[in-house]
């Protein structure tokens, strides 16, 4: 069974950091073949792309309210992806998801497996 669990999440203040973490595993699958992607959904609205990495950890796509202080890394060794959140804003508030996908892209059709989230919740 293919797992993707997250952690970090929590409660700061605005213009506090958090690092967010996500671990695969499971029978058959070899995170190093797929793209990576971080998503987050805020109360009430649609899930939202923060983040993307390829395979290699060459490139990454970042959503344009997270550019400059998010940076997502992955460590294929451990099967570990990675977000750090700097600067963190009141509107960063919500359920951040990992999600292995086969495009380098924000838009959450292109991931296949999901992880069950981790809260972050941002205070002014």
């Known amino acids: 069974q293919v797992q993707l669990v997250e952690s970090g999440g929590g409660s700061v203040q605005a213009g506090g950091s958090l690092r967010l973490s996500c671990v695969v595993s499971?029978?058959?699958?070899?995170?190093?073949?797929?793209?990576m992607g971080w998503f987050r959904q805020a109360p009430g609205k649609e899930r939202e792309g923060v983040a993307s990495?390829?395979?290699?950890?060459?490139?990454?796509y970042y959503g344009d309210s997270v550019k400059g202080r998010f940076t997502v890394s992955r460590d294929n060794a451990k099967n570990a992806l990675y977000l750090e959140l700097n600067s963190l804003k009141p509107e960063d508030t919500g359920v951040y998801y990992c999600?292995?996908?086969?495009?380098?892209?924000?838009?959450?059709?292109?991931?296949?497996?999901w992880g069950q989230g981790t809260q972050v919740t941002v205070s002014s």
């Open positions: 999600a292995a996908g086969r495009l380098l892209s924000l838009v959450s059709r292109y991931y296949d497996l």
């Open positions: 990495i390829s395979p290699a950890g060459d490139n990454a």
């Open positions: 499971g029978y058959g699958i070899s995170p190093v073949r797929y793209v």
